[in-house]
Each structure stands twice: as structure tokens, then as C-alpha cells.
């Protein structure tokens, strides 16, 4: 549990009981003495909580005004929050931000985007919400590098598709290919990857699931016609066994070698939430991840330069030799 998390905890626990022992306390939060010590300390000092404690009851409460009732009113001002917190609120205030205030989705949303201004609002040291939100997010910055805009027309349809459960006929570009074709397809899912949308999808046209890049679907149009229902569990089993956005149900296993001046940082970040790792004796670190389709592999690969060297599979390292040979090649 997280000091926040405590700390919350710690003021819950006393407001809903009215008295909490020092034992019942440590029982619940699952801490050492000493760290419910500094927590406690950290409350009164630093955060102005009137907690004190009573000799009569053995235990925890807040202290109440002379000639007053115990105070209910204290809360706990300019709490930081997780990191997933803190981006989950920041890209909901960004989104909500951009909605056009006069369309009917923004005016229910507004209640939510109030919320959401009232809690960065709080954290950003008690202004008033609108400015306490705008104040943390010129301190707090979320890049989002390489989105490709997804057409608004395509994007409610794919949206209306899935909820209606009807079937899309598409004019898809393959871009690997250049070609353009059109298909018939009954949408799964809506996936997020890398700041782009895609679709995955059985297409009556090859009679599997497919994944398509919705910024690569030159026209669509929904049908009367009925999805083919794919379980869901099926659908993530065959899409999401690979590396990255590329599917594939046969996996293989990629055994990379970090050099010892990357390696203080990349064995530290997640490629793959399956992904082994270990230290070897002269400070390099050994990274093993699996993956279906080698492409975006590939590319991240050749993001690391000489930091990164594939050991294996031969087929894998041959094709980042190609790409730099290609690359090298195009410099002259």
C-alpha cells in the first residue's frame, strides 16, 4: 500500500469509528510500527489533520474545537497522486477538454469534467477547480509522439458496428502492400496501441480474425446484416499472443542482448508482459520475450542501435541485418 493510499486510510478508519487503537490500525494497513509512526506524524504535522490520542479509549481520534463537537470536516488538501491516477485523470481532462461544448455527449460529460477539475483542482494546492486543473497540467506533460487521426465518420461507425452488432463493409488500404480492397467484416473489438486505433475483426473475405488500422479505412459503410460472433476469449488468445499490435497464434521466443551502458534502463522497462530477464557476470543484461510477427519488433529494435543486439532466433536476426543494411544503403 502506498503512503497516499495509507494516508487516506489512516483518516477513514478514524472518521468511521470515531476512536481507532494503534494496534487496529497497524492491523489494517499491514505496516511497521515505525511507518504508522511517521504516517501519523506526517498527518498532524504536515497536512493539519487534529488527530490526537486518548488515554480513555486507548486509541486514535480527531480532536474536537473547544466547546464543539468532534470535527467531521477536516480533509486531507494537496494529496499527489499514483502515477496511474495522475494519467488516467490528465488524459480524461485532455479528452473531455476538446469535446465541442455545444454537442450532446459534451453536455453529459460536463458533470464528469467538473469532477475531474475539482481533484486536480485539490492537488494543485486549493484554487479553485477550472484553475487548479489548468495550473497542473502546464506542469504535468503527456507526449503522445506518431498518432495518425482516425476520420470522425469512420470512427462512429466502427463505434456504432460494435454496439449494434452489425456487420462493416470497408475500403481498406494495405499499406504494406499498396493495395486497396474492399471487405466485409464483423467487428470484435476496438484496440489501442501507440496512440492509434484498430479494429480487430473476423473479415468474411479470408474467413479469420484480422487486425485493421482504422486510419488506413478509405470509406465504410454499416449493414444490416449481423455480426458472426467470435468469443471473446478466443479473439485475445489469437490477437494479443504476439508482440505489439501483430498477431499470430505461433509465438517464438526473442533472446536479446543489452550492452552494459543500456542496460541500467531497459532492464527496467516492459516489452512484454511475459518477458524473462537476467544479469550476466560483465554487467549486459539478457532480455527474452515472445513474439508472432517479427515487424514492430523489428522496428523497435532498430530504435536501440548498437545497444541492442538480437542472440536469437537466426530468422530474427536476420532481418534486423537486412533492415540495417537497407538503412545504410539509403545514406550512401
Known amino acids: 500500500m502506498e503512503r ?4 487516506y486510510a489512516i483518516e477513514r478508519l478514524i472518521r468511521h469509528r470515531g ?28 497536512l493539519g489533520a487534529p488527530i490526537e490520542y486518548d488515554r480513555f479509549v486507548n486509541g486514535y481520534r480527531f480532536a474536537a474545537p473547544s466547546g464543539a463537537a468532534r470535527s467531521e470536516a477536516h480533509e486531507l488538501p494537496g494529496l499527489w497522486f499514483s502515477e496511474r491516477e495522475l494519467y488516467a485523470l490528465l488524459m480524461a481532462w485532455q ?7 455545444d454537442g450532446p455527449l459534451s453536455r453529459h460529460l460536463q458533470p464528469l469534467l467538473a469532477r475531474i477539475q475539482g481533484l486536480l483542482g485539490d492537488s494543485a494546492g486549493g484554487q479553485d477547480a477550472n484553475a487548479g486543473a489548468q495550473a497542473l497540467t502546464q506542469r504535468v506533460r503527456i507526449i503522445g509522439a506518431a498518432r495518425r487521426p482516425v476520420p470522425a465518420r469512420h470512427f462512429e461507425l466502427v463505434g456504432e458496428s460494435l454496439v449494434k452488432r452489425r456487420r462493416l463493409h470497408i475500403r481498406y488500404l494495405t499499406r504494406g ?4 480492397g474492399e471487405r466485409e467484416v464483423s467487428p470484435q473489438r476496438l484496440v489501442h496501441h501507440r496512440n492509434t486505433w484498430y479494429l480487430d475483426a473476423w473479415c468474411h473475405r479470408v474467413d479469420a480474425l484480422r487486425r485493421f488500422s482504422l486510419d488506413a479505412i478509405e470509406e465504410a459503410n454499416l449493414l444490416e446484416t449481423r455480426t458472426r460472433e467470435i468469443p471473446l476469449k478466443t479473439v485475445q488468445a489469437r490477437m494479443d499472443a504476439g508482440y505489439g499490435i501483430y498477431a499470430g497464434a505461433r509465438r517464438h521466443w526473442a533472446r536479446l542482448l543489452v550492452q ?3 542496460a541500467a534502463w531497459i532492464s527496467r522497462e516492459q516489452w512484454h508482459p511475459e518477458q524473462q530477464g537476467r544479469w550476466l557476470p560483465d554487467g549486459s543484461y539478457e532480455l527474452k520475450l515472445p513474439y508472432a510477427d517479427e515487424r514492430e519488433l523489428v522496428m523497435d529494435l532498430l530504435r536501440q542501435g548498437s545497444d541492442v543486439r538480437v542472440i536469437g532466433p537466426a530468422s530474427l536476426r536476420d532481418a534486423v541485418r537486412r533492415r540495417l543494411a537497407a538503412a545504410l544503403a539509403a545514406y550512401g
Open 4 to 7: 497516499t493510499e495509507r494516508l
Open 95 to 101: 479528452l473531455l477538454s476538446e469535446l465541442d461544448t
Open 19 to 46: 476512536h481507532v487503537s494503534f494496534a487496529a490500525l497497524q492491523e489494517a494497513l499491514e505496516v511497521s510500527r515505525a511507518t504508522l509512526w511517521r504516517d501519523i506524524e506526517y498527518l498532524r504535522s504536515r
Open 260 to 262: 552494459p551502458q543500456a
Open 177 to 180: 502492400r499498396g493495395e486497396v
